[in-house]
């Protein structure tokens, strides 16, 4: 009843910019908190954003200052917008939704695909 898709991720140079979205899509359910994790080869898996239904959010140290996550609520999406970006923060970036499902309180994690962010000269 829920699905998520992430997209947005490419290839940029340092110090440029990308724009994440993740999309949430079906009926009967509602959403708490979205975040995103991150995971490069040879690393743990990393969250680096959560953000609340009232839209308080949250950073890892690594990414906080550079990166923004925001949600629009009519559009069940959220996004994180990566600015100054590193080599470092190359990666696959999942996004995930906690949610509920309305007929049976039921919660339900929720994750996307993944899209690979490649910052590189």
């Known amino acids: 009843q829920v699905q998520l898709m992430d997209s947005g991720g490419g290839l940029v140079q340092p110090g440029g910019s990308l724009r994440l979205s993740c999309v949430a899509s079906g009926s009967g359910f509602s959403i708490n908190d979205m975040g995103w994790y991150r995971q490069a080869p040879g690393k743990e898996r990393e969250l680096v954003a959560t953000?609340?239904?009232?839209?308080?959010?949250n950073y890892s140290d690594s990414v906080k200052g550079r990166f923004t996550m925001s949600r629009n609520n009519a559009k069940n999406t959220a996004y994180l917008q990566m600015n100054s970006l590193k080599p470092e923060d190359t990666a696959v970036y999942y996004c995930?939704?906690?949610?509920?499902?309305?007929?049976?309180?039921?919660?339900?994690?929720?994750w996307g695909p993944g899209t690979l962010v490649t910052v590189s000269s």
């Open positions: 953000i609340t239904s009232g839209s308080d959010t």
């Open positions: 995930y939704a906690n949610s509920v499902l309305t007929a049976t309180w039921r919660r339900l994690k929720v």
